[in-house]
């Protein structure tokens, strides 16, 4: 079992910067690939980024690439985002999860096995 805990979210206007982490426990963290989605409001969930266990591997989304950076530190057992440039399509809750699979960078929400409560994401225009 991992329990995941999100934390960074907040309400920042378009062209801000936020950056979020994610906190893991449990198992050993650099056992999993991680990965970050996102639900806006009456929308599903829909993938951000994804990085493999060693960060070798980095997968994004095509609307934050360039904008996005998803990076880990095994030692702390914590993955992060940092969100530049963000804009007013970015708002949502956002949620890390782990992938039972350590060696990929997967969009795919179902290759995830374990998920954080998410943190919201407000960027006003």
């Known amino acids: 079992q991992v329990q995941l805990v999100e934390s960074g979210g907040g309400l920042v206007q378009a062209g801000g910067s936020l950056s979020l982490s994610c906190a893991a426990s449990?198992?050993?963290?650099?056992?999993?690939?991680m990965g970050w989605f996102r639900q806006a409001p009456g929308k599903e969930r829909l993938f951000v980024a994804a990085?493999?266990?060693?960060?070798?591997?980095?997968n994004y989304e095509d609307s934050v690439k360039g904008r996005f950076t998803i990076s880990r530190d095994n030692a702390k057992n914590t993955v992060y985002l940092q969100m530049n440039s963000l804009k007013p399509e970015d708002t949502a809750v956002y949620f890390c999860?782990?992938?039972?699979?350590?060696?990929?960078?997967?969009?795919?929400?179902?290759?995830?096995?374990?998920w954080g409560q998410g943190t919201q994401v407000t960027v006003s225009s």
């Open positions: 999860a782990a992938d039972r699979y350590f060696a990929r960078a997967s969009n795919n929400s179902s290759n995830y096995l374990y």
């Open positions: 449990g198992r050993t963290f650099s056992n999993f690939a």
């Open positions: 990085i493999s266990w060693s960060g070798g591997r980095t």
